[in-house]
């Protein structure tokens, strides 16, 4: 089946503990991205991928790092996680950028207290 | 760049046709139109894209108007699984291809 699969699904951490939060994909996507959903907004993108070793800013890249050293995986980095980045976060990847529909992952919901 | 308008909610009867609208005033001759929903919290879902000339799939109907500053999002018969929230998001040409979201319809369908 494909899928975009992300892990932990559910994190409550404390201010300053470093974590990171996996996303894999099985489609052999080219194109993989992470967003954040607060309440009430739409998506913002923090970082994407067009390809492997090849990764650029989104939006609201502040406080995030991201590698894309394997095709199928793009975890997501928080060295110092603050509480304003408690939030729910996506993993997506397409074939190719957006133009094409882009598969999203479940989600991890992140709380950082 | 390009922003959408879309009504905060909407309610639909099981089994009609749900017309979500969208204002897209702004929009540049070569940027693309796309629907997404979000069931609950899960990840969005792809429903269908367009340009200029409307669009049907296995989903969903996306209809363009001539002038490119409205579209509308089309459910043929809907039903209970189709509440969700709609996006109709703007692919901006620059900004390395961005899609921009907003916040959204929360479409509820009645039984």
């Known amino acids: 089946e494909a899928q975009v699969t992300q892990n932990p699904r559910y994190l409550i951490t404390v201010t300053g503990k470093k974590l990171t939060v996996t996303c894999s994909q099985n489609?052999?996507?080219?194109?993989m991205s992470w967003y954040r959903q607060d309440p009430g907004l739409g998506l913002r993108q923090i970082y994407y991928?067009?390809?492997?070793?090849?990764?650029d800013k989104g939006d609201v890249p502040e406080g995030y790092k991201v590698s894309r050293k394997e095709k199928r995986n793009f975890p997501l980095i928080l060295e110092s996680p603050s509480p304003n980045q408690t939030s729910l976060y996506f993993c997506?990847?397409?074939?190719?950028?957006?133009?094409?529909?882009?598969?999203f992952g479940p989600g991890t919901r992140l709380t950082v207290t | 760049d390009a922003k959408t308008t879309q009504p905060p909610s909407m309610d639909c009867a099981e089994g009609r046709a749900a017309n979500l609208p969208c204002n897209h005033s702004?929009?540049?001759?070569?940027?693309?139109v796309y629907w997404y929903r979000q069931i609950h919290s899960q990840g969005p879902q792809y429903i269908i894209h367009?340009?200029?000339?409307?669009e049907t799939n296995e989903m969903a109907s996306l209809i363009i108007t001539e002038d490119r500053k409205s579209s509308t999002l089309i459910l043929p018969h809907a039903t209970l699984r189709d509440t969700a929230v709609y996006y109709c998001?703007?692919?901006?040409?620059?900004?390395?291809?961005?899609?921009?979201w907003g916040a959204g319809t929360k479409l509820i369908i009645k039984p």
């Open positions: 991928s067009m390809n492997v070793e090849v990764t």
């Open positions: 997506a990847s397409s074939i190719q950028g957006t133009a094409y529909e882009q598969y």
């Open positions: 702004t929009i540049s001759g070569n940027e693309y």
């Open positions: 998001i703007v692919r901006v040409a620059k900004s390395n291809y961005q899609l921009i």
């Open positions: 489609m052999n996507h080219e194109y």
């Open positions: 367009g340009l200029k000339n409307n």
